[in-house]
């Protein structure tokens, strides 16, 4: 039963994004008065909230009542699973994700992503992690938003990963402040390795944001840990109400 469920969910999570890339495409027509693609943003974010609210096997929301981030902020969060885009895509305003690069290649998908103005990266090639900054220091000069998963990839356990430099030295360097969130749930979800859905209750919070200003890269260190620290008391908060046994559980300090 499984197996057949998440063969349905797979085809009706295809065919929402192909709907909406349908209906995403020709809104490129706002590009001249909406420079931060805001408009072809948002329809993309809405594909990934009506996917996850068609799935059968998801109960996503947010919780608590988030407030929307200046425009110069980086925001953060653990990474547990491929489902943590569609419940974040719940919190209503829009940013811009830096994902791998090999994501902008699955078709559909990785066109609606490009329309949104997201900011692909290769694993691994300091070239393409400088030129991928860089994108997102000029949509935080713009105003927009940008949204970053500091542990790079999904963590296999409950642990948080070390943190990378990247978003927090973009902080840093742009002025912008750092916006920790938490997800919880999202591994039950969609398992890493796994194509099998799964019954997941998942909710996001959002936390206080943390001011760069006055700091420097000799102060990296110590705000990857201000993050750090606050991702993992957010999402101890969510972990009872997800179903998440244990608390926050111990995790390697930020490298």
Same mark, same amino acid.
């Given at each position: 039963?499984?197996?057949?469920?998440?063969?349905?969910a797979?085809?009706?999570t295809?065919?929402?994004?192909?709907?909406?890339?349908?209906?995403?495409a020709?809104?490129?027509?706002?590009?001249?008065?909406?420079?931060r693609?805001v408009?072809?943003?948002? !329809? %993309? @974010? *809405?594909?990934?909230? =009506?996917? $996850?609210?068609?799935? &059968?096997?998801?109960?996503?929301?947010?919780?608590?009542?988030?407030?929307?981030?200046?425009?110069?902020?980086?925001?953060?969060?653990?990474?547990?699973?491929?489902?943590d885009?569609?419940?974040?895509?719940?919190?209503?305003?829009?940013?811009k994700?830096?994902?791998k690069?090999?994501?902008?290649?699955?078709?559909?998908?990785?066109?609606?992503?490009?329309?949104?103005?997201?900011?692909?990266?290769r694993?691994?090639?300091?070239?393409?992690?400088?030129?991928?900054?860089?994108?997102?220091?000029?949509?935080?000069?713009?105003?927009?938003?940008?949204?970053?998963?500091?542990?790079?990839?999904?963590?296999?356990?409950?642990?948080?990963?070390?943190?990378?430099?990247? !978003? %927090? @030295? *973009?902080?840093?360097? =742009?002025? $912008?402040?750092?916006? &920790?969130?938490a997800?919880?749930?999202?591994?039950?979800?969609?398992?890493?390795?796994?194509?099998?859905?799964?019954?997941?209750?998942?909710?996001v919070?959002?936390?206080?944001?943390?001011s760069?200003k006055?700091?420097?890269?000799?102060?990296?260190?110590?705000?990857?840990?201000?993050?750090?620290?606050?991702?993992?008391?957010?999402?101890?908060?969510?972990?009872?109400?997800?179903?998440v046994?244990?608390?926050?559980?111990?995790?390697?300090?930020?490298?």
């Amino acid at each position: 039963m499984n197996a057949l469920l998440s063969i349905y969910a797979w085809l009706e999570t295809g065919l929402v994004a192909l709907t909406g890339f349908c209906l995403q495409a020709p809104l490129v027509i706002t590009w001249p008065f909406d420079k931060r693609k805001v408009i072809t943003g948002r !329809a %993309f @974010r *809405l594909i990934g909230v =009506t996917a $996850a609210k068609l799935n &059968p096997f998801w109960k996503f929301r947010v919780h608590g009542n988030p407030v929307p981030p200046a425009p110069r902020t980086v925001v953060v969060s653990n990474h547990e699973s491929n489902a943590d885009p569609f419940i974040i895509s719940l919190l209503p305003w829009e940013m811009k994700w830096l994902g791998k690069a090999s994501l902008f290649k699955i078709p559909v998908v990785g066109w609606s992503m490009w329309l949104a103005g997201d900011i692909p990266v290769r694993r691994g090639e300091k070239d393409s992690a400088q030129a991928a900054m860089a994108v997102c220091a000029r949509w935080l000069d713009k105003g927009m938003p940008v949204m970053i998963f500091p542990e790079g990839t999904r963590s296999k356990t409950e642990d948080l990963l070390p943190f990378k430099d990247g !978003a %927090f @030295r *973009l902080a840093i360097e =742009t002025g $912008a402040d750092v916006l &920790p969130m938490a997800v919880s749930g999202t591994r039950r979800a969609l398992p890493k390795h796994s194509w099998r859905f799964a019954t997941s209750r998942a909710l996001v919070t959002v936390g206080t944001p943390i001011s760069t200003k006055g700091m420097t890269l000799a102060d990296l260190e110590r705000l990857k840990q201000m993050a750090r620290e606050q991702i993992l008391a957010l999402r101890a908060t969510l972990m009872p109400l997800t179903g998440v046994e244990g608390g926050a559980p111990s995790s390697p300090p930020a490298e």
